[in-house]
């Protein structure tokens, strides 16, 4: 592991991302709402590209509401380009199936850089 | 000590034929090709508004959403699903290394409910030429099928006999969404007659979606399981019609393939047959054995290819249909459900199955394909021992 400067801060605003290659890693490092989270961008499914994928938010149903269908997360879901898998971007989590959760990369603003640890 | 396990193979490394690709034919590009008394309907086709798939008068309605059209949020894609030229269809197939590929038609998958059946046979020889014009160019690696239009058995008849000799059409077509009667009808047997003096499988392929007709509503409302229905219940009970009406024996050197439902079918659907033929064989009498005898010589496309938790699950189900030597990858690009070739390549199988299923399977069923430079000594190597 080691720290790498991948972007100056005033570069990732809100919603931004920015896909980066560290070594043989291709990691994706995103701003949501402010707090910067940073994932493989290698998709669970079949290896795809996920973090060129849409950002958005995503349908949820909640048995308080009678599983009503609901839009939240917004700005914090993922969506692998390839088939759409979902991943919630400040976790790793993929919304799919409960046990697979990416894992993600320490990033952190330091002055005027974005710093990565891979 | 270190332990040398040897290069382990990789996709860069072997055939990959894929059986199942889409070219995107509109009205505009096919209106040149057709016949002078159906040129204005093509071109009166191409003035309706443009939808995916379901272009008015030229890809009859779905009967049902299209995935992408009603999932609730949208799925965000990215790319475009849509293939519009010989050379773009060749640099994607490289990119998921895959150095072969057999096209089928994008709206035309949908030709069997277009109602006027002196159209559809219209439509599809515009098709075939200008496949021929802007697809198979010889130095490509790319390979059509004849589109066997069931509305007129004689025109589909005279589009095999016209490309049984074309190095480039390696199969028929036999559009299966809303097709009635079933292909098993013998009104359709002149055409497997003809494919097979020609050495052409027949490939069946459906659409996802329902409609009244076929394949039949199983009321089904939600994309998930409209998908999961579609493909596979025109997949199956074309396979039975085929059975019903002995098919395999009267046309035993006939190939037939089944595309875009997965595998997992295929066991099940064999051990329900056979276990109904011990009680009814009399209603079966062509067939010396039981119904899996015959359909272990059927052909299977991977695609939507299951993905079990433990791959070998799947590799397990294909050695229950005797599958290794049967079964061909495909893709099933550029639709919104293709399989990236890792999806069969990385089953726990031998090195000898991966390359099997990835594409030697393929050069027995469609011998007429060309191999690529690249693979032509491997290739010798596996033939010497068939």
């Not at chain 1, 994706?28 to 499914?45: D, E, Q």
């Not at chain 1, 048995?63 to 969506?79: C, K, P, V």
């Not at chain 2, 040897?6 to 995107?24: E, M, N, Q, Y």
């Not at chain 2, 095999?160 to 009808?185: D, M, N, S």
Request: net charge negative.
């Amino acid at each position: 592991m080691a720290e790498h400067v991948v972007a100056r801060a005033a570069e990732l605003p809100p919603g931004a991302r920015r896909v980066v290659r560290v070594g043989r890693l291709e990691i994706g490092v995103f701003n949501v709402g402010g707090t910067l989270h940073a994932l493989p961008n290698i998709c669970t499914h079949q290896f795809g590209p996920l973090c060129l994928g849409h950002v958005g938010g995503t349908v949820l149903a909640r048995a308080e509401t009678g599983y009503r269908f609901e839009w939240g997360l917004d700005g914090q879901i993922i969506s692998c380009p390839w088939h759409g898998l979902e991943f919630d971007l400040t976790t790793g989590r993929c919304l799919a199936y409960p046990r697979v959760r990416l894992r993600t990369y320490p990033v952190r603003v330091e002055g005027e850089e974005i710093i990565l640890t891979a | 000590m270190a332990i040398d396990v040897g290069p382990r193979l990789s996709l860069r490394d072997v055939l990959i034929v894929d059986g199942d690709v889409h070219a995107h034919e509109q009205p505009e590009q096919i209106a040149p090709y057709v016949a002078p008394r159906w040129r204005e309907a093509v071109e009166n086709a191409a003035r309706l508004p443009y939808r995916y798939l379901n272009r008015p008068g030229w890809s009859p309605g779905a009967g049902h959403m299209l995935p992408g059209a009603a999932l609730p949020g949208g799925r965000g894609k990215a790319r475009e699903e849509i293939v519009w030229s010989a050379a773009q269809m060749t640099q994607q197939l490289a990119a998921l290394d895959i150095d072969v590929g057999i096209i089928f038609p994008d709206h035309f998958l949908k030709i069997a409910a277009i109602s006027d059946g002196a159209f559809a046979a219209e439509l599809a020889r515009g098709y075939h030429r200008w496949l021929e014009e802007l697809w198979l160019d010889p130095e490509n690696d790319l390979y059509a099928a004849i589109v066997a239009v069931p509305h007129d058995v004689d025109a589909a008849v005279a589009e095999i006999e016209r490309y049984a000799g074309h190095p480039k059409f390696v199969g028929v077509f036999l559009p299966t969404c809303q097709v009635y009667p079933l292909w098993g009808h013998r009104r359709y047997w002149r055409i497997y007659e003809v494919a097979q003096e020609a050495g052409l499988p027949v490939m069946l392929h459906s659409v996802a979606g329902s409609s009244w007709a076929f394949p039949f509503n199983t009321e089904q409302h939600t994309g998930i399981a409209v998908h999961t229905a579609s493909h596979v219940f025109a997949m199956m009970a074309n396979l039975m019609s085929f059975m019903e009406t002995g098919v395999p024996v009267r046309f035993p050197r006939l190939a037939i393939v089944f595309s875009e439902a997965g595998l997992t079918w295929v066991p099940f659907l064999r051990m329900r047959l056979d276990k109904e033929y011990n009680e009814n064989r009399r209603g079966w009498p062509y067939y010396a054995d039981r119904p899996s005898a015959y359909i272990r010589k059927m052909w299977f496309m991977t695609q939507p290819v299951e993905e079990p938790e433990n791959p070998r699950d799947l590799v397990d189900l294909i050695r229950i249909y005797d599958g290794e030597d049967q079964t061909v990858f495909a893709s099933d690009w550029p639709h919104h459900d293709f399989d990236h070739p890792r999806a069969v390549f990385d089953l726990p199988v031998s090195d000898l199955v991966k390359q099997k299923l990835m594409g030697l399977n393929a050069l027995r069923l469609w011998p007429r394909i060309r191999v690529p430079a690249k693979y032509a000594a491997s290739v010798t190597v596996w033939r010497n021992t068939l």
